[in-house]
């Protein structure tokens, strides 16, 4: 079955970085896109970044453009976010999900079918 699993969340202070992961499994994870979401409490869930299946073409939410970076490893089943420069109100459980259809991507939540469990991340001022 499919199995999306984050590592990577923590505390940091604002102006920091950090690095979260997300481990795919159950599904050919080059033939599909990948995507980063967040939620922070009492906020919908918000678009952060997206991969296509090759890696070869990124997408970003506005406010996290110049600061992360979305990339993968179709080698290792494996797709990253880097996040530099953090500010507080990028505190929130982060989600990596799988696109729906193979070979799309896209920044609506509709666009995917599997998430998962989230990472929580906390940027302290």
């Known amino acids: 079955q499919v199995q999306l699993v984050e590592s990577g969340g923590g505390l940091v202070q604002a102006g920091g970085s950090l690095r979260l992961s997300c481990a795919a499994s159950?599904?050919?994870?080059?033939?599909?896109?990948m995507g980063w979401f967040r939620q922070a409490p009492g906020k919908e869930r918000e678009f952060v970044a997206a991969?296509?299946?090759?890696?070869?073409?990124?997408y970003y939410g506005d406010s996290m453009k110049g600061r992360f970076t979305i990339s993968r490893d179709n080698a290792k089943n494996t797709v990253y976010l880097q996040m530099n420069s953090l500010k507080p109100e990028d505190t929130a459980v982060y989600y990596c999900?799988?696109?729906?259809?193979?070979?799309?991507?896209?920044?609506?939540?509709?666009?995917?079918?599997?998430w998962g469990q989230g990472t929580q991340v906390t940027v302290s001022s």
């Open positions: 999900a799988k696109t729906r259809r193979t070979y799309v991507s896209g920044s609506r939540s509709y666009d995917y079918d599997y």
């Open positions: 159950g599904f050919t994870f080059n033939m599909y896109g």
């Open positions: 991969i296509t299946w090759s890696g070869g073409n990124t």
